[in-house]
């Protein structure tokens, strides 16, 4: 999963047509901030955004802890006050989301992640969208 950004603009071709689908069915896409190798989650979601402005974003707790990007995401701006943001997946994080058999999941509370400062900063933030 994490090599996927090295083909972002290939990747970022269908997603019009993805948009246009999801909208005949009432439907909204959200673009998820997953591990990268060429860029981080922030930069490649707000690529997307500037490819579709239709694009809408999916936070990951988890993926963005990797990139060292969580308190980044309180201080993007054009997330929020845009209402960009549709879903946030709370997931924990403990420094190693992959392992040799496979993927690794952590419970919420069992990580690295102050959930309860990330969840004040995203309220605070959600009422500055509305």
């Not at 239709?54 to 990951?60: G, K, M, Q, T, V």
């Not at 992640?113 to 509305?130: P, R």
Request: net charge negative; aromatic share 8%.
């Amino acid at each position: 999963m994490p090599h996927l950004d090295t083909y972002l603009e290939h990747n970022l071709r269908p997603l019009a047509r993805c948009l246009d689908i999801a909208e005949q069915y009432g439907l909204e896409l959200a673009i998820e901030t997953i591990p990268c190798i060429s860029s981080d989650p922030l930069s490649n979601v707000r690529r997307a955004c500037k490819h579709d402005a239709r694009s809408r974003i999916a936070l990951d707790s988890e993926f963005l802890a990797i990139h060292d990007q969580l308190d980044d995401v309180f201080a993007a701006s054009w997330l929020w006050q845009t209402g960009l943001v549709r879903y946030v997946h709370l997931k924990d994080y403990d420094g190693t989301p992959f392992s040799e058999g496979g993927r690794r999941y952590v419970h919420l509370g069992e990580g690295q992640i102050d959930l309860g400062a990330s969840c004040v900063n995203c309220e605070s933030l959600v009422s500055i969208a509305v």
